[in-house]
């Protein structure tokens, strides 16, 4: 089992920044891919960015490629997503998952575990 929180979401402006975190426990941390996705109201959950065991490679749907950065750092069990120039469709409420893969896959399907997700509201 792996347990997953996130944090960070909160109200913020158009153009503004944001930096979410999701804090894993549970089994050992650096053997998933971690991956952030979000869902806005009626809508599918739909994929955001991953990143693979040890950080080195990562992955990002074309729509935030150059605003969105997938990190992590496996001594603090944590995987990050820096979010800048946030636009008002990009509200939902946004959840990292765990995939136990080599390379993390961009379907939710993929993924075995999931936290609660953290609502970030983009005003405009």
């Known amino acids: 089992q792996v347990q997953l929180v996130e944090s960070g979401g909160g109200l913020v402006q158009a153009g503004g920044s944001l930096r979410l975190s999701c804090a894993a426990s549970?089994?050992?941390?650096?053997?998933?891919?971690m991956g952030w996705f979000r869902q806005a109201p009626g809508k599918e959950r739909e994929f955001v960015a991953a990143i693979s065991r040890t950080g080195g490679r990562t992955y990002y749907a074309d729509s935030v490629k150059g605003r969105f950065t997938i990190s992590r750092d496996n001594s603090k069990n944590t995987v990050y997503l820096h979010i800048n120039s946030l636009k008002p469709e990009e509200t939902a409420v946004y959840y990292c998952?765990?995939?136990?893969?080599?390379?993390?896959?961009?379907?939710?399907?993929?993924?075995?575990?999931w936290g609660q997700g953290t609502q970030v509201t983009v005003s405009s």
């Open positions: 549970g089994r050992t941390f650096s053997s998933y891919a």
């Open positions: 998952g765990a995939d136990y893969a080599v390379t993390p896959g961009t379907s939710s399907y993929a993924y075995e575990y």
